[in-house]
């Protein structure tokens, strides 16, 4: 035989020089859901090792990730009921404990990549990502309350502002919005394919952040269509996206990979709850090595050709990287 591939496999410094994807902890990006309050730290049953914390609490757990090589962190806010209204007006209020949070972590860890999350759903008292006017999703006028919160957040010191509400015209809204404050090296990580996907239920239990009617399909995209995505792709890049996202992560790697293909921005994933949810539930069924399972499933997205990966598995990649 002239070829015989296992002669790259036949020891481990080889299978190391001829490594085609690497994966390190300057990749991810860890989602922390955060609430107002003290000494507040929740595990989300539905997501194990997952937490809401307290401004208090949050700063201690982005230390220790600091510590541990992890140096990006996209923020949620879990708002209570009574400050929710039709037009998401805490979202932008002075007073915004998720505003608060974001300007501390920033004075106290200048270093770190902090992105934003620009929809309407936590702050709307329909749970909807736009403003709803007799029972549908509006476009436009969901718009100026997008930009709105995305100048008050970039106040706040985000570095990135990431729209996830997938309203037409919403990057640029948010783009012209920024520059007209003087925001001009604000990025915008842009939620380009984000599809109505049955793989966000535990998100959404930490966040309670459900539709409290209908659902939102007229406006996340259908899990059948990935053509569509390209659309979605070329338009957030021609409005001024710095970098585009698919969501979910896991099943959609044919997705991942076709944006990659007709784009020169960086390619995000979100490796999205309940995506996670079951492997860990496999793993402490034993059904599955965790330390094996978890680094190999990151590892899919970025062969996939993801650039960046927000996963809950963040933290623990870091651990096992460490050792």
Not at 61 to 77: M, Q
């Amino acid at each position: 035989m002239l070829q015989r591939p296992r002669r790259n496999r036949r020891t481990e410094t080889i299978r190391n020089l001829v490594e085609e994807t690497h994966l390190s902890t300057a990749h991810l990006i860890y989602p922390l859901f955060l609430v107002d309050g003290y000494n507040i730290k929740d595990e989300v049953l539905s997501l194990p090792g997952n937490y809401r914390f307290s401004k208090d609490q949050v700063l201690i757990e982005i230390k220790n990730c600091i510590e541990l090589g992890i140096r990006n962190f996209i923020l949620f806010p879990a708002v209570k009921e009574h400050l929710k209204d039709p037009i998401a007006t805490y979202s932008y209020s002075g007073d915004n404990f998720y505003l608060d949070i974001a300007k501390r972590i920033k004075e106290l860890f200048p270093e770190v990549c902090l992105i934003s999350d620009v929809a309407m759903d936590p702050y709307n008292s329909d749970g909807h990502d736009g403003l709803v006017r007799n029972g549908k999703i509006v476009n436009d006028e969901t718009l100026p309350i997008l930009a709105k919160m995305a100048v008050a957040q970039a106040k706040a010191g985000f570095d990135y502002i990431g729209p996830s509400d997938m309203m037409d015209g919403r990057v640029k809204t948010i783009r012209m919005a920024l520059d007209e404050a003087g925001f001009y090296e604000t990025g915008i990580l842009s939620y380009t394919a984000k599809y109505a996907s049955a793989f966000y239920g535990p998100f959404r239990d930490a966040l309670d952040s459900a539709p409290k009617s209908g659902d939102k399909k007229t406006y996340q995209m259908n899990p059948a269509n990935k053509r569509e995505a390209l659309i979605e792709a070329q338009l957030d890049e021609s409005e001024g996206a710095d970098m585009l996202m698919v969501k979910p992560a896991l099943h959609y790697l044919d997705v991942i990979q076709s944006i990659k293909q007709t784009t020169n921005l960086p390619v995000a994933c979100y490796h999205v709850s309940g995506e996670c949810a079951m492997l860990i539930a496999a793993c402490r069924n034993g059904w599955l090595d965790y330390k094996k399972a978890m680094p190999e499933t990151l590892l899919s997205m970025r062969r996939a050709g993801a650039d960046v990966i927000i996963t809950y598995f963040a933290k623990d990649f870091a651990q096992i990287f460490a050792r």
